[in-house]
């Protein structure tokens, strides 16, 4: 059972920056990839970024590209999302989700495990 905690939302201005943590334990013995997700209140989630098991590959989307950077450090089990450049409209729950697999992007419901979500709120 991997168990994923999530740390560092927080309320911000526009134009600030955050950098979000996802702590991991539980390890499967298997290679996983690793993504954020964004829950805006009563719409569905969507996959922001997403990084392979070893780093070298990554996806955004298009909302984020060249405000967001993911990566992961599997020496400490830590994902981390930093979010430059933040807008109002990125006011969400954040979610930190794992994928057994090799490949970069997944679904939400090809999602194995989910952490509780942290908070960020961007005030204009």
């Known amino acids: 059972q991997m168990i994923l905690m999530e740390s560092g939302g927080d309320s911000v201005q526009a134009g600030g920056s955050l950098r979000l943590s996802c702590a991991a334990s539980g390890f499967p013995g298997r290679p996983y990839c690793m993504a954020w997700f964004r829950q805006f209140p009563g719409k569905a989630r969507e996959g922001v970024s997403f990084?392979?098991?070893?780093?070298?590959?990554?996806y955004y989307t298009d909302s984020v590209k060249g405000r967001f950077t993911i990566s992961r450090d599997n020496a400490k089990n830590t994902v981390y999302l930093q979010m430059n450049s933040l807008k109002p409209e990125d006011t969400a729950m954040y979610l930190c989700?794992?994928?057994?697999?090799?490949?970069?992007?997944?679904?939400?419901?090809?999602?194995?495990?989910w952490g509780q979500g942290t908070q960020v709120t961007v005030s204009s």
């Open positions: 989700a794992a994928a057994w697999g090799n490949q970069v992007v997944f679904s939400e419901d090809d999602a194995n495990y």
């Open positions: 990084i392979n098991w070893n780093g070298r590959s990554t």
